[in-house]
C-alpha cells in the first residue's frame, strides 16, 4: 500500500483528506497472514477459517468464475453461488450475450427480460462454464530456485513449463479437476490454482435491459448510478454430482456452501468485502509504461471504435432486428471505448506520470545509496524505458491495421476462416499422385462440412446492410491510418478505382463475395473451389491484409526484447526497497477479495456524492423516447404504490444502488458484496468515472466500486417479475423479517407508514 500512497501523495494534499478507499486484491490463502487483523477491526465478523478452508465448506466455495471455455482462466466475470440447489447471480451485463444468443424478434429477452417459472424452462448455454475453486497453493519455491539468470526467456518460459506441468497432472487426480498455474509479481512468485470446472450453466433470470442496462452507455462506468445490474443462472451436475456437458437428467449442483443474502441494508462505513476473478491490472507499470498507454495504444483503438458503434448504431436505431443482433457486440466495444476513453483522461488529470516518476527518482536514491543494489538494480528503469521507446515506434499503425483490417468487419473476420481451404485447394490442384489427392479431396470435403455445420451461429449476429457501411469505414480508416508500405496493392487499386469513394467499393465487394451472406457461402461450401475463392473480391482483400500485417506483427515482437526480464527485476527491487509493504499482486484472472467499507466520495471542489442511489433517481432519469433511460410502466406503478414488500429500506424507500472504497477490476463484474457476516448485500458492477486510471494506479480519494442493492435485485424479482419461488430459494438473513411474500401486504402498509 506504501508505494502508491507516496505515489499519490501531491494528490491528497491537493484534494483534502477525505476517507480513503482500500487498495488491494488480496489472494484468498493469505487472508490469515496479512489480512485478518485489519479486517476484523473494520467490522468482519467471521473468523479466517470460514473465509478460506480447503478442509471445511467456506465462503470461497461459493465464488464462481465464468468462462467460456473449460479451461479455468480468463474469466470473463464472476458469479457467486446463492442457493443449495447451485442458484448463482451475476451482473446483467456478465449474462448479456447469453440472453442475447436467446433472443429474437419473437422471444427478445434483452427487451423484455427472461424468467423462467420452472426449472424445464431454464435455458442451456453452450460452452459457458463456472469454476469453483478447490485450492492454491505456493509453487514459487519449487520452480524459482530451479530457474538460471542466464536463462532466455523463452527457455526460461518453457523450463517453467516443464515443472508445472507434472505437479498439475498430480493435482489433476486424474481429470477430476482442472488446474493452472500462474505467475505473479512478474515472474516472481508462481502459484497453482485447482478448480472443478462445471460445464451446464442455465439461464433462470434476467431482468429487462430497462432495468438490467438502465442509463445505457451514458450513464455506464459513472455514478450516480441507478442500473439494476443482475442476472440468474443454475449450475447443473450429472446425477453423481460430477461436472457434465447439458444433459435432460442433470441435476442443480449441491454446492458446498452458498451466501446467504440480508436484506438490513447498508449504512455509511459498514464492513464490505468482494470475491472475484478481477482480470487484470498494471500497478506497477512504470512512467514510460504507462505513458506508451496512453500516447500510443489508446488513441487508434478510441478512434477506429468510436467510428465502428456510429455506424452500428445507426443501423440497430433504425432496424429493431439489427439492434438485437449487433447488442452484444456494441456493448462490448462500447464499453471498452468509453473505458479507453476514461483511462487516458484519468492518466491526465490526475498526473499518474508524474506520480510515477516521482516514485522511480525516489527508486533511484535508494538504489545509487548501496553498490550491491548498483549492480542488481542500476540500469533496471533505464532498460524499462528503453524498451517502450522500441515499442512505441511503429505500433499505432499495427493496431489500427489489426482492428480495421482484417478484424475491421465481420466479412472480414469471415474470410480468414476460408484460409485454410484455399491451402487445400491449392495443394489439391497441384498433387499428381492420385492416392494423395483423393486423401486432399476428404480434407476439404471435411473443412468445408464443419465450416457448414457452423454457418448458421456465423451469420447469426451479422447484418448485411450493416457491415457493408461498416466495412467502407474501417476501410477509409485503413487507408487513411495505415503507412502506404503496409497496404494491400488491392486496396491503392480499389481506392484509385473508385476514386477515393469507399462506400462504392464497399457497394461492390458486398454484391460479388460469396462470402456477403449465408447463402452463396452456402452455395460455395457445398462445393468448394479454389477459381471461386481466388476471384472472391473480400477474400482476395483478406489475404492482403493478412500478407502485410503477418510479418509486420512479428518484426514488431521482437521490440522490446528485454522488458519481461527488467520489469520482473523492477519487481524486485521495488519489493526490496519497501520490505515492511504488504505487497499484492497484479489481477491475472484468479480469485482474490478486497475489503473496505461502504463509503460516499467528493467528486471534485464542492460536489459531494451520496452513497446510496434510489429509485427515484430513475423516475427523474426517466426518458421515454429514449431507451437508455427507458422505464416500464411496470415499475411505475411499483413506485407509486411504494409497493416494495420487505426490500424497502427503512424509511421506506427502495435504495437501487451504493457505493463502497474496495478495490475491483474487469472480472470482478457480478462479485458478490458480503458484509462482515457473510452475506450478500449487492453485486459489484462498475468502477466511477472520476478513478478509471485505477487499472494502473489507484486512487484512494475517489476510487470506487458502484454496486447493485441485493434487496433492488430481490425487489425485481419478486415484486417486479413474480418470480418470487426464486427468492424462496434464497436464505435470507435472520436479522430481517423473512420475505414470506403472502403476507407482503401488511409489511408493505408498514413500510409505507
Ligand atoms: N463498465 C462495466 C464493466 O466494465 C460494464 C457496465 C455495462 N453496462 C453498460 N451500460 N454498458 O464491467
Not at 175 to 185: D, M, T, W
Not at 467 to 493: G, N, R
Not at 715 to 743: M, N, W
Request: glycine share 8%; charged share 25%; net charge negative.
Amino acid at each position: 500500500m506504501k508505494k502508491l500512497t507516496l505515489l499519490f501523495v501531491a494528490f491528497f494534499l491537493l484534494t483534502g483528506t477525505h476517507l480513503k478507499a482500500d487498495e488491494g486484491m488480496w489472494l484468498p490463502m493469505y487472508v490469515k497472514r496479512l489480512n485478518f487483523v485489519d479486517m476484523q477491526k473494520k467490522g468482519l465478523q467471521l473468523t479466517p477459517e470460514e473465509i478460506y478452508s480447503v478442509n471445511h465448506s467456506s465462503l470461497k466455495d461459493a465464488i464462481v468464475g465464468l468462462a467460456n471455455s473449460p479451461k479455468p482462466s480468463g474469466y470473463f466475470c464472476t458469479a457467486e453461488i446463492v442457493s443449495d440447489e447451485g442458484l448463482m447471480f451475476t451482473n446483467h451485463h456478465c449474462g448479456y450475450d447469453a440472453i442475447q444468443k436467446h433472443s429474437s424478434l419473437e422471444y427478445d429477452y434483452l427487451t423484455d427480460g427472461f424468467w423462467a417459472m420452472g426449472r424445464e424452462e431454464e435455458l442451456p448455454n453452450e460452452g459457458m462454464t463456472a469454476s469453483v475453486l478447490i485450492y492454491m497453493e505456493d509453487l514459487t519455491d519449487s520452480i524459482i530456485p530451479t530457474l538460471s539468470d542466464t536463462l532466455s526467456e523463452a527457455d526460461r518460459k518453457s523450463a517453467v513449463r516443464e515443472i508445472t506441468s507434472r505437479i498439475k497432472k498430480r493435482a489433476s487426480e486424474e481429470g477430476k479437476y482442472n488446474v493452472i498455474v500462474k505467475s505473479f509479481f512478474e515472474g516472481n512468485e508462481y502459484y497453482m490454482f485447482v478448480y472443478e470446472v462445471y460445464l451446464d450453466v442455465r439461464l433462470v433470470g434476467a431482468p429487462p435491459s430497462s432495468v438490467g442496462k438502465f442509463g445505457g452507455d451514458t450513464d455506464n462506468w459513472m455514478w450516480p448510478r441507478h442500473t439494476g445490474d443482475f442476472s440468474i443462472f443454475r449450475i447443473y451436475t450429472a446425477p453423481d454430482g460430477s461436472p457434465a456437458e447439458y444433459a435432460a437428467e442433470n441435476i442443480p449442483l449441491k454446492p458446498k456452501h452458498h451466501l446467504p443474502v440480508s436484506i438490513d441494508g447498508v449504512q455509511e462505513n459498514d464492513f464490505a468485502m468482494i470475491w472475484g476473478f478481477p482480470g487484470s491490472t498494471e500497478r506497477y507499470l512504470t512512467s514510460s509504461g504507462v505513458q506508451f498507454k496512453v500516447d500510443h495504444y489508446f488513441p487508434p483503438l478510441i478512434d477506429a471504435f468510436g467510428v465502428k458503434l456510429d455506424v452500428w448504431k445507426q443501423h440497430m436505431d433504425a432496424d429493431p432486428e439489427v439492434k438485437i443482433k449487433y447488442a452484444s457486440k456494441h456493448a462490448g466495444i462500447a464499453n471498452g471505448w468509453k473505458y479507453f476513453i476514461g483511462q487516458s483522461k484519468g492518466v491526465k488529470d490526475l498526473d499518474v506520470v508524474g506520480q510515477k516518476e516521482a516514485f522511480e527518482a525516489e527508486l533511484e536514491e535508494w538504489i545509487a545509496a548501496d553498490e550491491n543494489r548498483q549492480q542488481k538494480y542500476g540500469m533496471v528503469l533505464t532498460e524499462i524505458d528503453d524498451a517502450y521507446i522500441e515499442k512505441s515506434d511503429g505500433i499505432e499503425p499495427l493496431i489500427y491495421a489489426s482492428i480495421t483490417g482484417i478484424g475491421g468487419s465481420d466479412i472480414m473476420a469471415y474470410a480468414q476462416k476460408f484460409m485454410g481451404l484455399k491451402e487445400m485447394l491449392k495443394q489439391l490442384k497441384e498433387e499428381k499422385d492420385n492416392k494423395k489427392k483423393a486423401k486432399k479431396e476428404e480434407q476439404i470435403r471435411n473443412t468445408a462440412d464443419n465450416m457448414l455445420a457452423a454457418l448458421s451461429a456465423d451469420f447469426k449476429n451479422y447484418d448485411k446492410a450493416t457491415d457493408q457501411d461498416v466495412f467502407a469505414a474501417m476501410t477509409e480508416l485503413y487507408f487513411k491510418k495505415v503507412p502506404v508500405s503496409f497496404h494491400p496493392e488491392l486496396l491503392d487499386k480499389m481506392e484509385k478505382k473508385y476514386k477515393g469513394d469507399l462506400a462504392a467499393y464497399a457497394a461492390y465487394v458486398f454484391s460479388n463475395s460469396l462470402m456477403a451472406d449465408s447463402g452463396s457461402a452456402k452455395v460455395f461450401l457445398k462445393n468448394p473451389s479454389l477459381k471461386a475463392l481466388d476471384k472472391d473480391p473480400a477474400f482476395e482483400l483478406a489475404q492482403g491484409y493478412m500478407q502485410k500485417i503477418m510479418p509486420a506483427g512479428s518484426e514488431y515482437r521482437t521490440k522490446g526484447k528485454g522488458l519481461d526480464k527488467a520489469e520482473r527485476i523492477y519487481m524486485q527491487a521495488i519489493r526490496e526497497m519497501q520490505p515492511d509493504k504488504a505487497f499484492y499482486p497484479d489481477a491475472n484472472s484468479t480469485m482474490r477479495f478486497t475489503y473496505g467499507q461502504v463509503m460516499d466520495y467528493i467528486p471534485r471542489d464542492a460536489v459531494q456524492y451520496d452513497y446510496v442511489t434510489h429509485l427515484w433517481g430513475v423516475m427523474e432519469k426517466e426518458a421515454p423516447d429514449n431507451d437508455e433511460f427507458y422505464v416500464e410502466p411496470k415499475l411505475k406503478e411499483l413506485f407509486e404504490t411504494k409497493d416494495y414488500g420487505p426490500y424497502a429500506a427503512k424509511d421506506g424507500s427502495m435504495v437501487v444502488c451504493f457505493l463502497t472504497n474496495n478495490d475491483i477490476t474487469g472480472g470482478n463484474s457480478g462479485s458478490p458484496v458480503i458484509n462482515g457476516k457473510g452475506e450478500l448485500i449487492g453485486l459489484a458492477f462498475d468502477g466511477n468515472w472520476e478513478a478509471m486510471s485505477s487499472d494502473i494506479g489507484f486512487i484512494p480519494d475517489l476510487q470506487r466500486t458502484i454496486v447493485v442493492d441485493v434487496r433492488y435485485v430481490l425487489f425485481i424479482i419478486d415484486k417486479y417479475a413474480g418470480a418470487g419461488h426464486l427468492v424462496d430459494e434464497l436464505t435470507i438473513s435472520q436479522s430481517a423479517p423473512q420475505p414470506v411474500r403472502t403476507e407482503m401486504k401488511t409489511v408493505i402498509e408498514v413500510v409505507v407508514d
